[in-house]
């Protein structure tokens, strides 16, 4: 288990008044001290095993207000439900620690580490025998989500300053309307070079703030700095300008090549295997970071010395920002090149097509495939959805974002066209996808009757496993299906992609060239549409500039 990131702890003092203001505004039924599951009014918050009255007068009251605002936000935005075991617990837990150490009040007062070292203590005094792994781990689940929102809460900090960020904790961090990756977290307390996290964070809130990158862009600059980390670590860099001669400047930057060509990965990424080398476009960009995050700090280096609290941005000079030079900054789109392999044969596609019926078949039904040259029977995989999601991509050759944050309704008619006296192969609607890639693309294209079809049949299931009447919806077509009762959040890719290639692996196809034939590898659908496209005659770019693959001229 990895540790919980460092905290930007408020002063103590405060904690009465900031829990006030934590608790105003939330339901009249999360004011009290006393929850009773069997409550209608507290419906939602509460899981189905809970079956004793969590009572929470026995606590300082930013601990009882802190419990409130937690069942409140718990039931408001559906993302997980709390157990009244688990927490009757960690209230016993809490008062015990307030009567013998005065100082604590809020659950923000000691880290979760410190709080399950506690609740172990009580563990062991109540039962005589230390807790089991499983049983320390569910209670220490119970406590994660509380403690990191409190951080924010309470801090005066700028958002960037914080070691986890989360949109889902922080609501002060930019964002569009639909994130890809909304779910995911990002910890900056991996990072132990000091100077280069505070100052990494500095840059990637300047670049977030700005709009010169999005959410889903952070995760790459986190992998960026991570590197850049690791050679200040290796070579012993303790401060921002990195050596004590400017004339050297260029002689670290070509070291720091040679680091990135050494590197070694630590887990799979784009068919590359862990602990394979970097890519050379993987190379190139990790240089582009390294440019550009010098080349701002520079510019910015009195701002960044303010807000990190490290003068060393000050020593910073002209060289600094220029470390990479232009060839290698422009390098990396020089570096790819077109593959083959991201092209799906009509032969293979077929194959594909036809057996991805046993991604959504039920567990309990069995297909008959072809494989070695005989006849096997493979049991159902029951995901339904994401067989629709993949079809839907196949057939449109939208990325897997765009499908998987699709609305609920993105269909709309196509003026003045009836659908039934469309023949076979035109087109009967418009379908709307979530274009979170290039800003000012199109959002719509045409499509057919196998299209709105599928979402059709999509739309029937989710209503069934939410249990909405014909007029209610959901936010999304794809919702995820765990801590979204209100179904609010959609799949991520990466759990979309989880769940075709363990499809893949079971199915074991292989393309006419004897490679693996995966379909978690859903990109080469966009690929696959786009040259049937331009095979049939469709123009490379439009008018604004957009290639046929959703690319920028």
């Given at each position: 288990?990895?540790?919980?990131?460092?905290?930007?702890?408020?002063?103590?003092?405060?904690?009465?008044?900031?829990?006030?203001?934590?608790?105003?505004?939330?339901?009249?039924?999360?004011?009290?001290?006393?929850?009773?599951?069997?409550?209608?009014?507290?419906?939602?918050?509460?899981?189905?095993?809970?079956?004793?009255?969590?009572?929470?007068?026995?606590?300082?009251?930013?601990?009882?207000?802190?419990?409130?605002?937690?069942?409140?936000?718990?039931?408001?935005?559906?993302?997980?439900?709390?157990?009244?075991?688990?927490?009757?617990?960690?209230?016993?837990?809490?008062?015990?620690?307030?009567?013998?150490?005065?100082?604590?009040?809020?659950?923000?007062?000691?880290?979760?580490?410190?709080?399950?070292?506690?609740?172990?203590?009580?563990?062991?005094?109540?039962?005589?025998?230390?807790?089991?792994?499983?049983?320390?781990?569910?209670?220490?689940?119970?406590?994660?989500?509380?403690?990191?929102?409190l951080t924010v809460c309470y801090s005066d900090a700028p958002w960037w300053?914080?070691?986890?960020?989360?949109?889902?904790?922080?609501?002060?961090?930019?964002?569009?309307?639909?994130?890809?990756?909304?779910?995911?977290?990002?910890?900056?307390?991996?990072?132990?070079?000091?100077?280069?996290?505070?100052?990494?964070?500095?840059?990637?809130?300047?670049?977030?703030?700005?709009?010169?990158?999005?959410?889903?862009?952070?995760?790459?600059?986190?992998?960026?700095?991570?590197?850049?980390?690791?050679?200040?670590?290796?070579?012993?860099?303790?401060?921002?300008?990195?050596?004590?001669?400017?004339?050297?400047?260029?002689?670290?930057?070509?070291?720091?090549?040679?680091?990135?060509?050494?590197?070694?990965?630590?887990?799979?990424?784009?068919?590359?295997?862990?602990?394979?080398?970097?890519?050379?476009?993987?190379?190139?960009?990790?240089?582009?970071?390294?440019?550009?995050?010098?080349?701002?700090?520079?510019?910015?280096?009195?701002?960044?010395?303010?807000?990190?609290?490290?003068?060393?941005?000050?020593?910073?000079?002209?060289?600094?920002?220029?470390?990479?030079?232009?060839?290698?900054?422009?390098?990396?789109?020089?570096?790819?090149?077109?593959?083959?392999?991201?092209?799906?044969?009509?032969?293979?596609?077929?194959?594909?097509?036809?057996?991805?019926?046993?991604?959504?078949?039920?567990?309990?039904?069995?297909?008959?495939?072809?494989?070695?040259?005989?006849?096997?029977?493979?049991?159902?995989?029951?995901?339904?959805?994401?067989?629709?999601?993949?079809?839907?991509?196949?057939?449109?050759?939208?990325?897997?974002?765009?499908?998987?944050?699709?609305?609920?309704?993105?269909?709309?008619?196509?003026?003045?066209?009836?659908?039934?006296?469309?023949?076979?192969?035109?087109?009967?609607?418009?379908?709307?996808?979530?274009?979170?890639?290039?800003?000012?693309?199109?959002?719509?294209?045409?499509?057919?009757?196998?299209?709105?079809?599928?979402?059709?049949?999509?739309?029937?299931?989710?209503?069934?496993?939410?249990?909405?009447?014909?007029?209610?919806?959901?936010?999304?077509?794809?919702?995820?299906?765990?801590?979204?009762?209100?179904?609010?959040?959609?799949?991520?890719?990466?759990?979309?992609?989880?769940?075709?290639?363990?499809?893949?692996?079971?199915?074991?196809?292989?393309?006419s060239d004897g490679h693996e034939l995966s379909y978690s590898r859903s990109?080469?659908?966009?690929?696959?549409?786009?040259?049937?496209?331009?095979?049939?005659?469709?123009?490379?770019?439009?008018?604004?500039?957009?290639?046929?693959?959703?690319?920028?001229?």
């Amino acid at each position: 288990m990895s540790s919980p990131p460092r905290r930007l702890r408020p002063a103590p003092a405060g904690r009465l008044d900031r829990s006030a203001t934590l608790a105003e505004g939330i339901p009249a039924a999360f004011t009290g001290t006393v929850f009773d599951p069997a409550d209608a009014r507290l419906a939602g918050a509460f899981s189905a095993c809970s079956k004793t009255v969590l009572q929470t007068g026995s606590l300082p009251v930013p601990m009882q207000r802190e419990i409130s605002w937690w069942l409140a936000t718990c039931q408001d935005n559906g993302e997980r439900v709390v157990n009244t075991n688990d927490w009757g617990r960690w209230a016993a837990t809490a008062a015990g620690v307030a009567a013998s150490r005065p100082e604590v009040r809020s659950f923000a007062d000691l880290t979760l580490a410190e709080w399950t070292a506690e609740w172990s203590r009580r563990f062991h005094a109540d039962r005589g025998r230390l807790p089991a792994p499983g049983t320390r781990a569910k209670a220490e689940t119970a406590l994660r989500g509380l403690l990191p929102r409190l951080t924010v809460c309470y801090s005066d900090a700028p958002w960037w300053k914080h070691d986890l960020w989360c949109l889902r904790f922080d609501p002060r961090i930019p964002r569009r309307a639909h994130e890809p990756h909304g779910d995911a977290m990002i910890r900056w307390d991996d990072i132990e070079t000091a100077w280069l996290r505070e100052g990494a964070k500095f840059y990637t809130g300047l670049q977030v703030e700005s709009g010169q990158i999005t959410w889903s862009t952070v995760f790459q600059v986190h992998v960026f700095a991570a590197r850049l980390a690791g050679f200040a670590l290796s070579r012993g860099l303790s401060r921002p300008a990195l050596t004590d001669d400017p004339a050297q400047l260029r002689a670290v930057t070509l070291d720091f090549q040679s680091f990135l060509r050494q590197w070694r990965r630590e887990r799979p990424a784009r068919g590359q295997a862990r602990g394979g080398p970097l890519d050379a476009r993987s190379v190139a960009r990790t240089l582009r970071f390294l440019g550009n995050f010098y080349a701002t700090m520079t510019d910015c280096r009195h701002e960044a010395a303010a807000a990190t609290g490290d003068d060393g941005w000050l020593a910073l000079g002209d060289g600094h920002g220029r470390l990479v030079r232009r060839d290698e900054l422009a390098a990396e789109r020089a570096i790819r090149q077109a593959d083959e392999r991201n092209y799906i044969g009509d032969a293979d596609l077929a194959r594909m097509l036809q057996y991805v019926e046993l991604l959504g078949l039920p567990c309990g039904q069995v297909m008959t495939i072809a494989r070695g040259g005989g006849e096997t029977e493979m049991a159902g995989l029951g995901y339904p959805a994401v067989m629709r999601a993949w079809l839907i991509q196949a057939l449109t050759g939208r990325r897997a974002a765009e499908v998987l944050m699709m609305d609920f309704s993105p269909l709309t008619p196509i003026p003045g066209v009836d659908p039934a006296a469309v023949p076979e192969g035109g087109m009967v609607a418009r379908l709307r996808y979530q274009q979170t890639k290039i800003d000012g693309a199109p959002e719509t294209i045409l499509v057919g009757a196998d299209v709105a079809q599928i979402i059709r049949e999509q739309q029937a299931w989710v209503r069934e496993h939410w249990r909405l009447g014909p007029d209610e919806a959901v936010r999304y077509l794809f919702p995820k299906l765990a801590g979204n009762r209100k179904g609010t959040r959609a799949w991520t890719t990466s759990y979309y992609d989880g769940t075709l290639r363990k499809f893949s692996v079971m199915l074991g196809l292989r393309d006419s060239d004897g490679h693996e034939l995966s379909y978690s590898r859903s990109h080469r659908l966009r690929h696959t549409k786009a040259t049937t496209l331009l095979n049939a005659g469709a123009p490379s770019t439009s008018s604004s500039g957009i290639s046929v693959t959703g690319h920028r001229k």
